[in-house]
Every structure is written in structure tokens, then in C-alpha cells.
């Protein structure tokens, strides 16, 4: 079943997402099972929305990211992100 992911993490900037990102972008099928993918800047750090295939898809992603994430001076424990799971989801045909 597809959940929602709503993480909450302060003290990071658009510039420590961005070297954090292009490195995973570089790791060969980390995304796999991520349908989408949402970063948003806020007063305090980030908030990032992703809606993945499965709970066990986005937990294998956050096993293989956070090593790097923390490599890169993100905090070891930033906490569980919050889970929801999808009752339905689609993407505008353009």
C-alpha cells in the first residue's frame, strides 16, 4: 500500500538538501518505489513530502540514506518521519 511522508527537519538549508540530493541522484536505484517527491523550505529548516509505493520501499531509501546524509553533516537522528498511508493518488494527465 502506498503511504505518505511528511518530514520535518530543522536546522538544514536549501544547500545541504541540494549536495545531499545530488549525491543520492548519483546512487544507483536508492528512489526505488518513490512515486513523487516534495522539498520546502521553511524558517526553520525543511519539510519534505514523498509518496512512496510501500512502507518497506521509503525504510529500505532511509536505511541507504541516512549513513550518507549523516556523512554530510546531517543530524544521526532526526526522528521518524510521520506515516500516513494513501488513500488514493493520481498525477494530472498534461
Known amino acids: 500500500m502506498a503511504v505518505l511522508i511528511h518530514a520535518v527537519v530543522p536546522g538544514i538549508t536549501v ?3 541540494d549536495a545531499l540530493n545530488a549525491r ?5 536505484g536508492i528512489f526505488d518505489g518513490c512515486l513523487s517527491h516534495v522539498c520546502a523550505p521553511t524558517d526553520q529548516g525543511l519539510e ?7 512502507e518497506q ?14 556523512e554530510q553533516g546531517w543530524p ?3 526522528g521518524r518521519p510521520e506515516v ?4 488514493n493518488y493520481w498525477t494530472p494527465k498534461v
Open 15 to 17: 544547500e545541504q538538501y
Open 24 to 28: 543520492l541522484q548519483q546512487t544507483p
Open 48 to 54: 519534505i513530502f514523498d509518496v512512496w509505493a510501500s
Open 57 to 70: 520501499q521509503m525504510t529500505a531509501f532511509a536505511d541507504r540514506m541516512m549513513p550518507i546524509a549523516v
Open 76 to 78: 544521526a537522528t532526526p
Open 84 to 87: 500516513l498511508p494513501v488513500h
